[in-house]
């Protein structure tokens, strides 16, 4: 075999490699991480009517939803952690009728090297089923997985959710009251469903840093957005009039006692604002 021949196969065999490597790096209990156990969560409700509720998923995946069974539980479900990372760690403290639960993943050790163009998932899975009766503040991060939150049918006050790369999906609650909601991802997509009969002042802030972001409005829903799209497009439902290059609103916003601002940026995707 010619030398340039050699150097050619010995350049394929770095870049399989390589590519195997990755590969196994963003993969489920791979060798690089080690076996996925799971936690148990059943955090008893004791008398509570109002919650902070703070959940760190690590880098793992976060679904959050409703109590459905009638279980006298503040919260339920399944958390997921990495045999080398040790058990998530859980701290619940309250006072009189109102709690504060808090929940955080271990340290993971992380592969060395990923490759930029391979899509990265969480390693492992956390399932949270709170307590639809309690009014909850809720805080939701992961440092690079995907984070959903279905809170239909719940009692929230305040919700933020954020992940370093992974999609972030929000479905807020019908009747909901004066509610402040975040959604935030550095690289993924961003999607936000305001609820039917929203009153008082309510403000949503959605963000990506180069996915697109779409927020879902209910039609009759009075709304000023601000949009900002660097390199994708902006696109709004005609049902709001245009009062400045990045602004948006129902004709009737300015007088109505019952609205929604909502401010969208993406870096490098598209901003859709629909009607549903």
């Known amino acids: 075999m010619s030398l340039v021949a050699c150097s050619r196969a010995m350049t394929r065999v770095i870049i399989l490699v390589l590519l195997l490597g990755a590969l196994a790096g ?112 809720i805080a939701a991060h992961s440092s690079g997985g995907n984070v959903k939150l279905d809170l239909t049918g719940m009692a929230v006050t305040r919700v933020s959710a954020d992940t370093g790369g992974g999609n972030v999906d929000v479905i807020l609650p019908d009747n909901a009251a004066d509610l402040s909601v975040t959604a935030e991802t550095g690289a993924g997509e961003v999607t936000v469903d305001v609820g039917n009969g929203t009153t008082g002042s309510n403000v949503v802030n959605a963000k990506s840093g180069a996915g697109n972001v779409v927020v879902r409005i209910p039609s009759g829903v009075a709304a000023r957005i601000h949009s900002v799209a660097g390199l994708g497009k902006v696109t709004v439902d005609p049902q709001f009039s245009k009062t400045d290059d990045n602004t948006y609103q129902s004709s009737d916003y300015d007088g109505a006692a019952d609205r929604v601002e909502i401010t969208v940026n993406s870096g490098a995707g598209d901003v859709v604002i629909n009607n549903k």
């Not at 008893?44 to 009638?70: C, E, F, S, Y």
């Not at 993943?105 to 949270?128: C, H, K, M, S």
């Open 26 to 137: 963003c993969a489920p209990g791979s060798i690089w991480r080690g076996k996925v156990l799971t936690d148990n969560l059943a955090e008893p409700l004791n008398g509570v009517t109002a919650a902070k509720v703070d959940i760190d998923a690590g880098d793992g995946n976060l679904t959050i939803d409703r109590l459905t069974g009638g279980e006298p539980l503040l919260a339920g479900g399944t958390l997921q952690y990495l045999e080398k990372q040790g058990p998530p760690s859980r701290t619940m403290t309250s006072f009189l009728e109102q709690a504060t639960l808090t929940l955080q993943a271990e340290d993971a050790e992380q592969p060395r090297f990923r490759l930029p163009w391979v899509a990265y998932n969480g390693a492992t899975e956390w399932q949270i089923h709170l307590n639809p009766t309690v009014s909850s503040v």
